[in-house]
């Protein structure tokens, strides 16, 4: 089955600065890839997606970049907020099923 | 856009006890449902994948006898937790996926959660 990783666990930068949390993917039949934030108690919200077809996708000061041949994809986050603070997590899907989370990274932005 | 609410948001139990956890999609008819499961500090692990109408999927090593999945309409999946113990205290969240015609079936809509203590 598939199995994602997530990297790095932990991250802290200062406002400001970039952000850049990589996963890798096992199953190369996997073609869906969201994003999710998570703050403490709330529920996984849905930040940026992207699919097996498009090596990159940006959304403002959010962008996933994906490398199919490597099977790794990459969510970059610039001029990060306080806001920004929290539990990232990606996942991999094959056409919307079998969901398979990372095991998230826990960000944090010093003001 | 596509919310998903989920009742009751926190419930207290004693053990032997059982628990029905409702997942309804508000505005949006979900051909899909998922149940996960999440304990503090960790990820979401999928618990089971609910279709509308028919027997839901079970992840390995999730007992289906004691997570009770029904799905009975496009907007309405229910988890009941069944002989809950101490063991089953966990943060649950349902997701959905819209059926949106033209548009994307992958996208998938996370419940607020359901805290569960088991005491």
């Known amino acids: 089955g598939e199995n994602v990783e997530q990297h790095p666990s932990t991250l802290s930068v200062q406002e400001g600065d970039s952000a850049v949390i990589k996963c890798t993917y096992s199953?190369?039949?996997?073609?869906?890839f969201p994003w999710y934030k998570q703050e403490l108690g709330k529920r996984p919200q849905l930040i940026i997606d992207?699919?097996?077809?498009?090596g990159e996708k940006k959304d403002q000061r959010i962008a996933v970049t994906l490398n199919k041949t490597a099977k790794h994809f990459s969510l970059h986050i610039t001029e990060t907020q306080p806001e920004d603070s929290a539990v990232y997590f990606c996942?991999?899907?094959?056409?919307?099923?079998?969901?398979?989370f990372g095991p998230g990274t826990r960000l944090s932005v010093l003001p | 856009g596509a919310v998903v609410s989920q009742h009751p948001s926190w419930v207290i139990c004693k053990s032997g006890t059982s628990v029905k956890i409702e997942c309804r999609s508000l505005?949006?008819?979900?051909?899909?449902m998922f149940w996960y499961r999440q304990f503090p500090k960790q990820s979401l692990m999928l618990m089971a994948t609910?279709?509308?109408?028919?027997?839901?999927?079970?992840e390995q090593g999730v007992e289906k006898d004691k997570f009770l999945i029904n799905h009975a309409s496009l907007t309405l999946s229910t988890l009941t937790v069944t002989s809950a113990h101490p063991e089953d205290s966990s943060f649950y969240i349902c997701?959905?996926?819209?059926?949106?015609?033209?548009?994307?079936?992958?996208?998938?809509?996370f419940g607020p959660g359901t805290r569960l203590t088991v005491l």
């Open positions: 997701s959905a996926i819209a059926r949106m015609g033209g548009g994307s079936t992958d996208t998938q809509y």
């Open positions: 199953d190369s039949a996997s073609n869906y």
């Open positions: 992207i699919r097996s077809n498009v």
């Open positions: 996942a991999a899907s094959i056409y919307g099923q079998n969901f398979v």
């Open positions: 505005d949006f008819q979900a051909t899909t």
């Open positions: 609910s279709n509308e109408g028919s027997k839901a999927t079970y």
